[in-house]
């Protein structure tokens, strides 16, 4: 049984997509959910609220609010979720959309994804684009 889910959330659309995914398998498995923004070197300081899309996805889904939880951590996307499956979050499963707000195009996989994928000590989920399948 899975006991807690991370999904990395920068605002895009695939982010977007994963964070529903992440959600529905957390209300299908009773996890928690941890809702990860990285926050690069030049970032604002203060933790930003959560963003809306959060939100209402949990509520859309039915999910437990208490169960989800917003964190925002300093560091590049990938050093932060590979961090998340130590304490406090202790995720069994990383998810993650395709690609973020650096796109490339012509990869299949972003930076992010593809390095979590080669890296991570745990599964990861990387959740496709709508046009790539």
Same mark, same amino acid.
């Given at each position: 049984?899975?006991?807690?889910?991370?999904?990395?959330?920068?605002?895009?659309?695939? *982010?977007?997509? *994963?964070?529903?995914?992440?959600? &529905?398998?957390?209300?299908?498995?009773? *996890?928690?959910?941890?809702?990860?923004?990285?926050?690069?070197?030049?970032?604002?300081?203060?933790?930003?609220?959560?963003?809306?899309?959060?939100?209402?996805?949990?509520?859309?889904?039915?999910?437990?609010? *208490?169960?989800?939880?917003?964190?925002?951590?300093?560091?590049?996307?990938?050093?932060?979720?590979?961090?998340?499956?130590?304490?406090?979050?202790?995720?069994?499963?990383?998810?993650?959309?395709?690609?973020?707000?650096?796109?490339?195009?012509?990869?299949?996989?972003?930076?992010?994804?593809?390095?979590?994928?080669?890296? &991570?000590?745990?599964?990861?989920?990387?959740?496709?684009?709508?046009?790539?399948?």
């Amino acid at each position: 049984m899975t006991r807690s889910i991370a999904v990395g959330f920068d605002g895009s659309p695939d *982010a977007t997509r *994963a964070l529903r995914v992440a959600l &529905a398998l957390a209300r299908d498995t009773g *996890a928690t959910t941890w809702v990860l923004h990285a926050r690069g070197l030049l970032g604002e300081r203060g933790a930003p609220a959560v963003p809306p899309v959060v939100s209402e996805t949990v509520t859309e889904l039915g999910l437990d609010p *208490a169960r989800v939880h917003w964190r925002v951590e300093d560091g590049d996307p990938c050093s932060v979720l590979l961090r998340c499956v130590g304490p406090p979050v202790d995720a069994e499963i990383l998810v993650v959309g395709r690609r973020g707000r650096g796109r490339h195009e012509g990869l299949l996989l972003g930076s992010t994804s593809l390095e979590l994928v080669e890296h &991570a000590r745990v599964p990861v989920v990387v959740v496709p684009s709508p046009s790539n399948g």
